[in-house]
């Protein structure tokens, strides 16, 4: 089932995306050649318990997953690009790094991440993040009422296919509202004019994210951290929005 969210429900969700976006650029400028990820980590900790948020990740256990996450935030490296389980590793020049944080506050769930590029960024790694962030550009463009599901993963998947970088069908957007994972699933590629319809009032989180070469993925050691098997690099870019009378509201932008 989906919940339609009132205005007031969305506005309560958008203070949850503004923490959320705040945690998420302090960690990015913090990202710097030197930076052990147990320290982002600790960080995004300490921004947690003084907030009085409640971590989506911390005791997460779902099937794919090994045992209960004991983190608050995803920290995936090179090629790892999903469910990076913070672990001590400096960062070193030309890394790409991807930070995936979701926090309930009042109840209300917001779920955003970002790629960045430590120190000198290789070409292909920027044209890589680049192309996750235009991807999710045009997904929230697709994402009006009345659209439907399909048009949003096509045309975040157009732009995965303009690059030719393969997309991965296992994991991909979400609803959420009261929990971080709800209906409908929202993939990043698809047929226009197929799927749910899009009503104001829905709340989704849409994740492009992909490497130049593959879409098969390998798990770490660890149980959680999924990496690209042929060692490419990945990126991956989210944003919480919700659907309302005049388009899509990105809930986890900072407003400039
Ligand atoms: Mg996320
Ligand atoms: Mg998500």
Redesign the pocket.
């Known amino acids: 089932m989906i919940e339609l969210k009132t205005a007031e429900a969305i506005d309560k969700m958008a203070v949850t995306g503004r923490f959320v976006a705040e945690t998420l650029a302090e960690l990015s400028a913090l990202a710097r050649p030197g930076v052990n990820l147990l320290d982002l980590e600790r960080r995004a900790r300490r921004r947690v318990e003084e907030r009085g948020a409640v971590s989506c990740y911390w005791d997460y256990a779902p099937s794919f997953g090994r045992g209960p996450f004991r983190n608050v935030i995803?920290l995936s490296v090179n090629d790892a690009v999903l469910h990076g389980r913070p672990r001590h590793h400096v960062l070193r020049d030309g890394d790409v790094l991807s930070l995936?944080?979701?926090v309930s506050v009042d109840g209300w769930v917001a779920?955003?991440?970002v790629t960045v590029l430590v120190g000198t960024p290789r070409p292909q790694d920027q044209r890589l993040v680049e192309s996750t962030r235009a991807a999710l550009d045009a997904g929230i463009a697709a994402a009006v009422p009345g659209a439907r599901i399909g048009d949003v993963s096509a045309a975040i998947g157009a732009v995965a296919a303009s690059h030719g970088y393969p997309v991965n069908m296992q994991f991909g957007g979400h609803g959420l509202g009261r929990t971080?994972h709800e209906d409908p699933h929202v993939p990043n590629k698809g047929r226009p004019g197929r799927g749910l319809k899009l009503q104001p009032g829905m709340t989704l989180?849409l994740?492009p994210w992909w490497s130049a070469s593959t879409d098969e993925l390998q798990v770490d050691d660890d149980g959680w951290t999924l990496r690209f098997a042929d060692g490419s690099h990945g990126a991956h870019s989210?944003h919480t929005i919700a659907i309302t009378e005049d388009g899509a509201r990105v809930l986890t932008r900072l407003e400039r």
């Open positions: 995803c995936d944080f979701a779920d955003s991440a971080m989180a994740e989210e």
